[in-house]
């Protein structure tokens, strides 16, 4: 079973985020897969390209224009970010935890996906470990509410603050110009039967993929075949 955005299924994306149970479908397109460092590098997808000889490369982003292709990310807390750009139809995949949040792996990934005007843009956010849960030392917190709208941040009295990861990579999306953001708020920490928690079963935690695939640009003749019909 893979999760779905409402707004990019509309724009005809062929995408998911994966629960527990469940490895990416078999897709039609390449899958695509980089070797995550929680950093900010974006790797670029090329025709021609074998998912085999990229997955040993480090980046934790993936940009793919090509029809045929897909690139996907490995979480387990951290969040899934799915960006498509409804015009080119073109991708990216992006692994953003708090540390490529802060090394601004998502700024990276727009920029390579859509260097100039970003109106067309659609981003989801996907399942990761939520405010209830994710706490975090008091000098992280600190870099992390610098520069970020108070919800991101929490902290009461006398208790570790604790970090909305979702909140913060909204607000870095729209900085940045998205448009349109869509976010799934459900905590991988407190669901054990959907999602796999690195904070609660540890470092042999299993990995959920967030994965979205090239589509076709939309282009004149594609709005008049989906706009009007001839009649004899
Ligand atoms: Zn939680």
Redesign the pocket.
Known sequence: MALMSPRLRAEGFVHGFTTRPGDPPALGPTLFQASQVHGSGVLEVRPGDHPQALRGLEADALVARSPGHAVGVRVADCVPVLLADRETGHVAAVHAGWRGLLAGVLPAALGALAGGPRGALVASVGPH??P??FEVASEVATRLAEGSPPAVVWKRDGERPTVDLGALAEHQLRTHGVPLVERVNL?T??HPALFFSYRRDGPLAGRMVGFVAVRAPTGPDHANARGWSRTP
Do not use: E, P
Request: glycine share 14%.
């Open positions: 470990i939520g209830c849960c905590c920490r407190c």
